[in-house]
T-cell receptor, first 119, second 114 residues
Framework: GAVVSQHPSWVICKSGTSVKIECRSL??????MFWYRQFPKQSLMLMAT?????????EQGVEKDKFLINHASLTLSTLTVTSAHPEDSSFYIC???????????????FGPGTRLTVL | KQEVTQIPAALSVPEGENLVLNCSFT??????LQWFRQDPGKGLTSLLL?????REQTSGRLNASLDKSSGRSTLYIAASQPGDSATYLC?????????????FGEGTQLTVNP
């Protein structure tokens, strides 16, 4: 089955530093990847949609200059949290969609998530 | 704006019971609905995907139904086991123009006691 990996699985950083999270589709090509954020006891909130070779589309209220997304290849998307602050501490999950399927029948494959703690 | 609600927020049952988790959505113009399982501190595992033209999907002890007109879906778990303990999330794809963007409910935290 389709596998999506994330690296790192957890990271602790100091306030003001930047953190990069990688999302990889291991055995398929993903033209579209999604980044979600999940706070404790809450559901997943879509942050942005990342299309290979083009700029990411951010959801309302998500700062694009703070959460930099790069989708440079069909198997890799990165999320960089710039100048991280304690309120950015959260669980970040990516997902990938197989490019050739239609939205009505496809499914997203989710990564295992990255726990970010900003001190 | 699509809103997805799941009831109950938490559920605790003894092993062996059959149970039903509920999901409702405000905009019936969906393309499909998907049920996921999330273990603590982990990512999501897809359980069942129901296309908008379908009324139900089954996988093992799981059965999911979809009623678009009323904006509801249910996940039925038969003969529950302690290993079923997890948070169950439902999500809808809002429409063709939104691609595969999922809107999630807040989940039902299930505990199956041995």
């Amino acid at each position: 089955g389709a596998v999506v990996s994330q690296h790192p699985s957890w990271v602790i950083c100091k306030s003001g530093t930047s953190v990069k999270i990688e999302c990889r589709s291991l055995d398929f090509q993903a033209t579209t990847m999604f980044w979600y954020r999940q706070f404790p006891k809450q559901s997943l909130m879509l942050m942005a949609t990342s299309n290979e070779g083009s700029k990411a589309t951010y959801e309302q209220g998500v700062e694009k200059d703070k959460f930099l997304i790069n989708h440079a290849s069909l198997t890799l998307s990165t999320l960089t949290v710039t100048s991280a602050h304690p309120e950015d501490s959260s669980f970040y999950i990516c997902s990938a969609r197989v490019g050739w399927r239609t939205p009505s029948t496809d499914t997203q494959y989710f990564g295992p998530g990255t726990r970010l703690t900003v001190l | 704006k699509q809103e997805v609600t799941q009831i109950p927020a938490a559920l605790s049952v003894p092993e062996g019971e059959n149970l039903v988790l509920n999901c409702s959505f405000t905009d019936s113009a969906i393309y499909n609905l998907q049920w996921f399982r999330q273990d603590p501190g982990k990512g999501l595992t897809s359980l069942l995907l129901i296309q908008s033209s379908q009324r139900e999907q089954t996988s093992g002890r799981l059965n999911a139904s979809l009623d678009k007109s009323s904006g509801r879906s249910t996940l039925y778990i038969a003969a529950s086991q302690p290993g079923d303990s997890a948070t169950y999330l439902c999500a809808v794809i809002r429409g063709e123009t939104s691609g595969s963007r999922l809107t999630f409910g807040e989940g039902t935290q299930l505990t199956v006691n041995p």
